[in-house]
């Protein structure tokens, strides 16, 4: 399993990006994704999930201004965040996982920066 992100970076507060995440090494359309970020002296936590289905789900910090999606030609999750706020700067990870006998073995990307600033 192998997961790549890209499309971060510095942009002022209201502004937007884009990140994506290249998935290989598994089938990409059969599993769930998300998105987690970790800012500086704070615990990783769930931004958004994608289901195989296309169900989403949003923590309720970002619902309203992200959008996760995916794109199973290519084996690419995207994380779409418009009105960037200060307290969006972390680092961002995209995230797989399966299950096997009950236990949950989660893949990670190398994470990716984005910081919202003036």
């Known amino acids: 399993v192998q997961l790549v992100e890209s499309g971060g970076g510095l942009v002022q507060p209201g502004g937007s990006l884009r990140l994506s995440c290249a998935a290989s090494?598994?089938?990409?359309?059969?599993?769930?994704m998300s998105w987690y970020r970790q800012a500086p002296g704070k615990e990783r936590e769930l931004v958004a999930e994608i289901s195989s289905g296309g169900w989403t789900y949003y923590d309720d910090s970002v619902k309203g201004r992200f959008t996760i999606s995916r794109d199973n030609a290519d084996n690419t999750v995207y994380l779409q965040m418009n009105r960037l706020k200060p307290e969006d700067t972390a680092v961002y990870y995209c995230?797989?996982?399966?299950?096997?006998?009950?236990?949950?073995?989660?893949?990670w990307g190398q994470g990716i920066q984005v910081t919202v600033s003036s």
């Open positions: 995230n797989t996982w399966l299950t096997l006998s009950g236990r949950r073995y989660d893949y």
């Open positions: 090494g598994f089938t990409f359309s059969s599993y769930d």
